[in-house]
């Protein structure tokens, strides 16, 4: 005998969205319950990439961590680098030098335009419209070269040194750096000529995947994500870390949490970061002294050339390669404004060589969670538009 | 930043004090955030009261995580939770122990929806049993999987291997 509940289960046709679905970037199964082409139900997967990082940190001194970091969110990983070494410098009580301060932030605008920029153009793409697509991922290979100059990686780079940088940066990255910044503005204002007032693209993104902003704060959601939702909370501005007070910028916000307004919220967002980097750059100007690190020998590790000539960073390089610098005892959360939202490190010393926990806060973790809410009840179709203008980071979800 | 501000600290401090009285085990300021260790049959009360009060109206939990002292005898698990009070920019932490024998605590998914893959991260991972949890299995590992990984009795290299002697380095 057949039961209602199975007569009711008969009637959807079940869908696998993903894992091997172009769209859900190799790794993401939605298992959909489907009426026709409307979502009546839908169960996320995730897991396929998870990579323990929690664990591996725990086996690894703190200058090692770095690594592991930028695997996280890998389309800015300059920004979780700088974040973790921040949450090292809050434990030990380094003071950072105000000009390395302002790379820091140089660094981290450029990455937050790098994640923009390939989340708003893959937004285009899942519309139909290639040819954004093709025009800022130029803009993007440009970033990419400034971080090759900065650290010799592209993406997964290795910017940051406790204490600092690992050097300054170099004649040609800030020539490159000018030639990005007056090119930009350009390029954006072509990619919004071509989306912002698209009729196709209006009318495919207005109302697709929206969430409220109450809703949006139960779920835990942070970032451009909430800021679409109307909420104008910005770990920048709340609770700035590397000299974030001293810019000025307006923090974006929209009003419907829906896909159109996550692609505005983070289109004004370029904008401002591309504003935060021109005051920054002016800053570093200002100061004469070419510092790029504190003056910290236990925790910074030193260049190699001067390792290979001087005795005293010989004695450093092997205490803190060897992990026998002493990162105070202690429990410290730091966190920042990472292109999804806040990305956070809760960090447990125990005044060995390794940290004894640590816990990432990882924004995409955290608010993918609301997508079968979000998606309930639109076309498959929009399901798509909406996982990409949510911006899930596989290496994020997954750490 | 590091402040060491403490009149937060003071002010919830006595807030829960006349609230729950001895559940409230200690409080201190770490770094920037006030840290209060809490009693596991409190926990889940002590936060809908930080949620719901109006002085407090911690309404959005930041992030969670198990924390694992093997050594610590009778107290070997405990959680913590971070709380933010997004208008006035207030972040709190609480933690909560108790013993391996037993692992269960309530959940916290009807306070905060947000909670529930955080939990069954935990779960996954620590093996941590959240009482009332929809929908409590494994998140990112396989479900076939019969240990929980991030417990400090599992190394992350071998310990059987002798092709490396770490002796003379400290570790």
């Given at each position: 005998?057949?039961?209602?509940?199975?007569?009711?289960?008969?009637?959807?046709?079940?869908?696998?969205?993903?894992?091997?679905?172009?769209?859900?970037?190799?790794?993401?199964?939605?298992?959909?319950?489907?009426?026709?082409?409307?979502?009546?139900?839908?169960?996320?997967?995730?897991?396929?990439?998870?990579?323990?990082?929690?664990?591996?940190?725990?086996?690894?001194?703190?200058?090692?961590?770095?690594?592991?970091?930028?695997?996280?969110?890998?389309?800015?990983?300059?920004?979780?680098?700088?974040?973790?070494?921040?949450?090292?410098?809050?434990?030990?009580?380094?003071?950072?030098?105000?000009?390395?301060?302002?790379?820091?932030?140089?660094?981290?605008?450029?990455?937050?335009?790098?994640?923009?920029?390939?989340?708003?153009?893959?937004?285009?793409?899942?519309?139909?419209?290639?040819?954004?697509?093709?025009?800022?991922?130029?803009?993007?290979?440009?970033?990419?070269?400034?971080?090759?100059?900065?650290?010799?990686a592209r993406l997964t780079t290795n910017v940051g040194r406790i204490g600092g940088l690992e050097r300054d940066f170099s004649e040609t990255c800030w020539k490159k750096l000018e030639k990005f910044m007056n090119e930009l503005p350009g390029v954006l204002k072509e990619f919004e000529n071509l989306l912002m007032r698209n009729r196709i693209?209006?009318?495919?993104?207005?109302?697709?995947?929206?969430?409220?902003?109450?809703?949006?704060?139960?779920?835990?959601?942070?970032?451009?994500?909430?800021?679409?939702?109307?909420?104008?909370?910005?770990?920048?501005?709340?609770?700035?870390?590397?000299?974030?007070?001293?810019?000025?910028?307006?923090?974006?916000?929209?009003?419907?949490?829906?896909?159109?307004?996550?692609?505005?919220?983070?289109?004004?967002?370029?904008?401002?970061?591309?504003?935060?980097?021109?005051?920054?750059?002016?800053?570093?100007?200002?100061?004469?002294?070419?510092?790029?690190?504190?003056?910290?020998?236990?925790?910074?590790?030193?260049?190699?050339?001067?390792?290979?000539?001087?005795?005293?960073?010989?004695?450093?390089?092997?205490?803190?390669?060897?992990?026998?610098?002493?990162?105070?005892?202690?429990?410290?959360?730091?966190?920042?404004?990472?292109?999804?939202?806040?990305?956070?490190?809760?960090?447990?010393?125990?005044?060995?060589?390794?940290?004894?926990?640590?816990?990432?806060r990882r924004p995409c973790f955290i608010y993918y969670q609301a997508y079968p809410e979000m998606i309930k009840g639109s076309m498959l179709s929009d399901a798509i538009l909406t996982m990409s203008s949510m911006n899930v980071i596989a290496g994020e979800l997954d750490a | 930043m590091t402040t060491t501000d403490t009149t937060l600290l003071?002010?919830?401090?006595?807030?829960?004090?006349?609230?729950?009285?001895?559940?409230?085990?200690?409080?201190?300021?770490?770094?920037?955030?006030?840290?209060?260790?809490?009693?596991?049959?409190?926990?889940?009360?002590?936060?809908?009261?930080?949620?719901?009060?109006?002085?407090?109206?911690?309404?959005?939990?930041?992030?969670?995580?198990?924390?694992?002292?093997?050594?610590?005898?009778?107290?070997?698990?405990?959680?913590?939770?971070?709380?933010?009070?997004?208008?006035?920019?207030?972040?709190?932490?609480?933690?909560?122990?108790?013993?391996?024998?037993?692992?269960?605590?309530?959940?916290?998914?009807?306070?905060?929806?947000?909670?529930?893959?955080?939990?069954r991260q935990e779960y996954d991972f620590f093996g941590i049993q959240f009482k009332g949890h929809p929908d409590l299995r494994r998140i990112l590992n396989m479900d076939e999987m019969n240990y929980h990984p991030m417990r400090k009795e599992y190394a992350l290299e071998d310990d059987t291997r002798t092709d490396k002697n770490d002796k003379?380095?400290?570790?």
């Amino acid at each position: 005998m057949i039961t209602d509940k199975e007569i009711k289960e008969k009637d959807y046709s079940i869908l696998n969205l993903g894992p091997t679905h172009p769209a859900t970037h190799g790794i993401f199964q939605n298992v959909l319950k489907m009426d026709g082409e409307i979502i009546m139900e839908a169960e996320p997967t995730v897991g396929y990439i998870h990579r323990a990082f929690e664990k591996l940190a725990e086996r690894r001194p703190y200058n090692q961590i770095t690594p592991i970091t930028d695997r996280l969110n890998y389309c800015s990983s300059p920004i979780n680098n700088m974040g973790w070494h921040m949450t090292v410098e809050k434990l030990a009580g380094i003071e950072i030098p105000k000009r390395v301060q302002y790379l820091r932030v140089i660094i981290m605008e450029l990455a937050r335009i790098a994640d923009h920029l390939v989340c708003n153009s893959v937004i285009g793409v899942d519309t139909g419209a290639m040819t954004g697509f093709l025009y800022v991922f130029q803009e993007r290979e440009k970033i990419y070269e400034i971080y090759e100059e900065i650290c010799g990686a592209r993406l997964t780079t290795n910017v940051g040194r406790i204490g600092g940088l690992e050097r300054d940066f170099s004649e040609t990255c800030w020539k490159k750096l000018e030639k990005f910044m007056n090119e930009l503005p350009g390029v954006l204002k072509e990619f919004e000529n071509l989306l912002m007032r698209n009729r196709i693209f209006m009318d495919r993104t207005i109302g697709c995947g929206p969430i409220a902003a109450e809703r949006a704060l139960q779920y835990g959601f942070t970032g451009p994500n909430l800021r679409a939702a109307g909420v104008d909370y910005d770990v920048r501005v709340m609770n700035p870390y590397s000299s974030y007070e001293e810019f000025d910028f307006i923090i974006p916000v929209g009003t419907n949490g829906d896909t159109y307004d996550r692609f505005m919220v983070r289109q004004q967002e370029m904008w401002e970061s591309l504003s935060i980097m021109k005051q920054a750059i002016e800053k570093v100007k200002q100061i004469k002294d070419k510092v790029y690190h504190a003056d910290v020998p236990d925790f910074y590790l030193p260049p190699k050339e001067v390792v290979y000539s001087s005795m005293e960073a010989l004695i450093y390089h092997f205490k803190i390669v060897m992990g026998e610098t002493v990162i105070p005892k202690g429990e410290v959360y730091h966190a920042v404004e990472g292109g999804n939202g806040e990305l956070g490190f809760y960090l447990i010393s125990d005044g060995g060589r390794t940290p004894y926990r640590l816990h990432f806060r990882r924004p995409c973790f955290i608010y993918y969670q609301a997508y079968p809410e979000m998606i309930k009840g639109s076309m498959l179709s929009d399901a798509i538009l909406t996982m990409s203008s949510m911006n899930v980071i596989a290496g994020e979800l997954d750490a | 930043m590091t402040t060491t501000d403490t009149t937060l600290l003071t002010t919830i401090h006595e807030k829960l004090k006349t609230q729950f009285g001895d559940a409230i085990i200690s409080a201190e300021q770490h770094y920037d955030f006030p840290v209060f260790v809490v009693s596991r049959e409190k926990a889940h009360d002590i936060l809908q009261f930080l949620k719901e009060n109006a002085d407090t109206q911690f309404q959005f939990l930041t992030t969670m995580c198990t924390l694992h002292f093997p050594d610590n005898e009778g107290q070997e698990f405990g959680i913590m939770y971070q709380l933010h009070n997004m208008p006035k920019n207030w972040r709190i932490r609480i933690k909560t122990f108790f013993s391996k024998n037993d692992t269960s605590i309530p959940t916290v998914t009807d306070l905060f929806p947000t909670a529930n893959w955080m939990e069954r991260q935990e779960y996954d991972f620590f093996g941590i049993q959240f009482k009332g949890h929809p929908d409590l299995r494994r998140i990112l590992n396989m479900d076939e999987m019969n240990y929980h990984p991030m417990r400090k009795e599992y190394a992350l290299e071998d310990d059987t291997r002798t092709d490396k002697n770490d002796k003379m380095f400290g570790r």
